[in-house]
């Protein structure tokens, strides 16, 4: 009896926190009004607790409650969290509840976050890219708790996630399957659900949230705010990168470069003859961006990591084109589009705010802890990759017997930021973040010799032909225009990349300045991509300019 | 009406699969003698089916069918398998039924393969690394139908794998939530599941096998076979790696070598104080030869892969070990168990059977086409890792701002193989393989540049401190011994990477060749595993010496 004991303290101290929460709950549904006493009798000081956060969903109605325990019985918290996005989330040190957090993101909260790390109320376990962040739950980052959440329960403890699946079943399967409480705040608890996103035997509470849990339409970029330069940058993108290297299979990031190039395709892209040969399989969110080129036939499938508010109708009616369930809805899933977007497509494309010499960036700047979230995953050649394709070979510059191909990195940068300041400079200020927070690396989100292409309002460099530092730093600088940087770059240099196919100047790749306007988007404005939806998408307030 | 149609393709076609399998059953349960007539019914030519096969578990009932239909009716598909396994797998090919495939590992047919390829009967898309394959089950290679297999389906179609959950829930995603047509083998069909793994909303339909799924005990290791070379191997491992990185956190492949180092913990590694600081979380199957470090309480978790039989009632058993259900058996989950042997550990192990003098590696050698497995995902440097750890921190040697740790990864190889055969070699046979089927790139393993460490008879090469190429060719010729690479070797140029710290002879690292023989061994056979388990062990009948 004591050595098996001794072999089962996990399960049995499982087993006593859920006899706990017996006084909160019916069966496997908890009691809303008494949330917080639950989560009181629930958490010991000290648990590895997982709260459900990314850049869309939050587990708002837990985290609100759990920021309402009584640090006298709850504390020192060690949080796993995708993104710390909400004010909460840092109410959590701040009333020393929590003490430290492994994360990958904390846009909004970054400044926050920094000020608490100084005021020594925050630890950090470590930064991560989210894929990275869950491989650690299933070794040595295990949860004891889980705080996650769902559309709907069914009183069995069977969960719809509907076309917000994300990060749930990787969070729930990490905790349950590990002897850890999985607690589900759900929109509401029905007889039936649509469908099961996720199993009761995995879950062991839900509770019936306050209101809808919180989600962001971070992927919606109005078209009315893309520029000129950014048009062009889109067109060289299309022309030079694209249609060169025959790119069927990508990921885009949030941006309005990458919005410019999805507006693009049925105007610019079309008139190229290209549709069809190139950005036909996607991995990434249901960017309403995209509703024209669907529309117009360019896209066969899009994979998300999740969902975009407002995007539900439109998904439902276009069921060739996304990964939907039974139901009609989509099923969005983190971990299997990050790998999608690491192994299973050809190009990366971001923008960033900051760049140096050697092509090194991050959006980690000075008294801001921003994070990594999704990008270096899917921003790095995966030399686990095995696969050839077009794209992949026309990368590879050796002749080794053993050479292969490589992924297409591309980074977008204006050389300038708002405000006249340079993007691209001679020291990341996330060097300097790193030493001033003491952390073991510099946070850099993408790393230089992994970017295989720069493109700026200046031109694109080829950075995977360059030969050793010096050609690259050159390359970069040939396309770094009035920054300090850019100047150093010399004429007779520069010419000698543009020859060599190096460095390309829009004029190199057929690309005309003159041409690069806005009439060239097919849709000018969020009015422009309903109309294009047959009245299907249906955006948020903030973005109806009617 | 129209309209909508076109945008419905995919559900409407799966619509009319399902219809034309109503007549083979009885709601989503189908008959099992009329098994061939409904695949029949169900595929048609041209389809991806991916058909659950890997490394251990295979859905054998559906393969054996499918071998069965008429191949007037169902033809050239499109096999997406992690493991060509089993005979039938190629009688597909050799019968016309299916023509094109995409695959990780093809071990025991790999002679097989490689003479369909030359009599034009199987054409390759790629050979892949698991997880990546599964990534282009997102992207472009989304199946029409799966055929997969599970223990348990209640007659809704929720499935129970048991032990063996592997690649089932990642296969059946990609191809219920495309519209693809979801057929799970079980070998029984129950009222109530003892937990459910993949839910019915999921599954098309479900049939009960002739009998139980095909499993291999592949990660057994019979310790009698472990000799004394490989016992030298493990000591200079621990002590010149382990140790000296302070690794927690790993993966081991199947492999005599691995084992040896399994069953050294409790003993050498005990007498070096090293319990408690090395070697706690692991990323692998519950490998038999891992039973004394358990019981000893080095271990303290393990996520897997698969399962292993016999393992059973000892995981059940030691439940604060092993990740299992409320059920109290193993989940275990193939995508899950590599992100964590990709991101979440700092130390990658495997054999090799040839290397070239650069460290680039394969086992693919002439007229044998056997791919990958999971070896590329977790044998390279995850470039895409922003957490630092002190094991990954301990490879870092640059001093610029930017700088990043790395993985380790080690490869371990004999410099003879049995018969006298060198296993270093000038080219791979790797090279030839590729060129002589026409492959993209040569089908190489792991790439010299990714390895951190070469351990072989020797000693070690700590590759990741060799400054350039030349250098790391000579630390390679410094532990090849008596092969014509190792004798390229310069006494006085071994002396300097001795004096440098990038090659160790056992002497270097206090490992005494004297002391290297098989008493070192926790266990020494079988029977003294199973005596270790208490008897849970419970061991196939073919490695039972008694």
């Known amino acids: ?23 909160f709950a019916d069966g496997r549904v908890l009691r809303p009004d008494r949330i917080v006493a639950a989560l009181e009798a629930l958490i010991e000081p000290g648990d590895r607790v997982a709260l459900e956060g990314d850049n869309q ?58 000020q608490l790390l100084e005021d020594g109320k925050l630890e950090i376990g470590a930064i991560y890219t989210y894929i990275e962040l ?72 839900v509770v019936e949230a306050d209101r809808p849990f919180a989600v962001e339409p971070l992927f919606t970029r109005d078209p009315r705010h893309i520029n000129e330069l950014q048009i062009l940058m889109g067109m060289m993108i299309i022309r030079g990168i694209y249609e060169r290297h025959g790119v069927t299979a990508l990921n885009h990031g949030i941006g309005f470069d990458t919005a410019a190039v999805e507006l693009l395709l049925p105007t610019y892209g079309e008139s190229l003859g290209l549709k069809g040969k190139i950005c036909r399989n996607w991995a990434l969110n249901p960017h309403p961006t995209l509703i024209p080129a669907i529309e117009s036939g360019w896209v066969e499938s899009i994979h998300c990591f999740g969902s975009e508010v407002g995007m539900g109708e439109y998904i439902r009616a276009r069921p060739d084109i996304f990964f939907v369930g039974s139901d009609g809805s989509l099923r969005s899933n983190r971990v299997f589009c990050q790998l999608a977007g690491q192994y299973g497509v050809d190009l990366f494309i971001g923008s960033t705010l900051q760049m140096d010499a050697d092509g090194n960036s991050s959006t980690v700047t000075l008294g801001r802890l921003a994070g990594f979230g999704g990008a270096p995953n899917m921003g790095h050649d995966p030399r686990g990759r095995r696969h050839a394709s077009e794209a992949w070979l026309s990368l590879m510059t050796s002749k080794e017997p053993v050479a292969r191909g490589r992924k ?97 100047f829009p004029e190199d790749i057929g690309v005309s300045r003159l041409q690069a306007n806005r009439s060239l988007l097919a849709a000018r404005s969020i009015d422009d991509l309903v109309t294009w939806s047959g009245g299907l998408y249906d955006p948020p307030a903030r973005f109806r300019g009617w």
């Not at 009896?1 to 006084?23: H, T, Y």
């Not at 709850?74 to 004010?87: A, K, P, Q």
């Not at 990341?428 to 690396?441: H, S, T, Y």
């Open 57 to 114: 969903k939050q587990a708002d109605f837990l985290s609100r409650s759990l920021a309402e325990v009584d640090p006298g019985k709850v504390h020192d918290l060690h949080l796993l969290i995708s993104t710390l996005g909400r004010r909460e989330h840092l109410d959590l040190f701040e009333r020393g509840i929590a003490r430290k957090v492994d994360f990958s993101f904390a846009g909004p909260q970054s400044l926050r976050v920094a």
């Open 1 to 23: 009896m004591d050595a098996a004991q001794s072999w089962s303290k996990l399960p049995l101290r499982k087993q006593r926190r859920v006899e706990r929460m017996a006084a």
């Open 408 to 504: 297409l990195v591309v980074q977008t940068v204006e050389t300038f930021k708002a405000g006249g300041v340079p993007a691209f400079v001679d020291t990341l200020d996330a060097v300097e973040v790193g030493r001033k927070n003491g952390m073991p690396i510099a946070p850099v989100m993408i790393y230089g010799d992994d970017v295989s292409h720069v493109v700026t309002e200046e031109g694109i460099a080829y950075l995977y032909k360059a030969e050793g530092g010096e050609e690259r730093r050159a390359a970069i600088a040939a396309v770094a225009g009035a920054t300090e940087i850019g100047r150093r770059a010399e004429a007779k240099r520069t010419a000698d990349l543009r020859a060599r196919g190096i460095v390309a």
């Open 134 to 205: 869950y491989a650690r739950m299933f070794v040595d980052l295990t949860p004891q708790v889980a705080l996650v959440c769902a559309e709907q329960a069914d009183r069995h403890g069977n969960l719809y996630t509907g076309a917000n699946t994300e990060d749930t079943p990787t969070i729930v399967e990490a905790t349950a399957f590990r002897h850890g409480v999985v607690v589900a705040q759900v929109d509401r608890i029905v007889d039936e659900l649509p469908r099961v996103d996720i199993p009761a035997s995995w879950v062991d509470f």
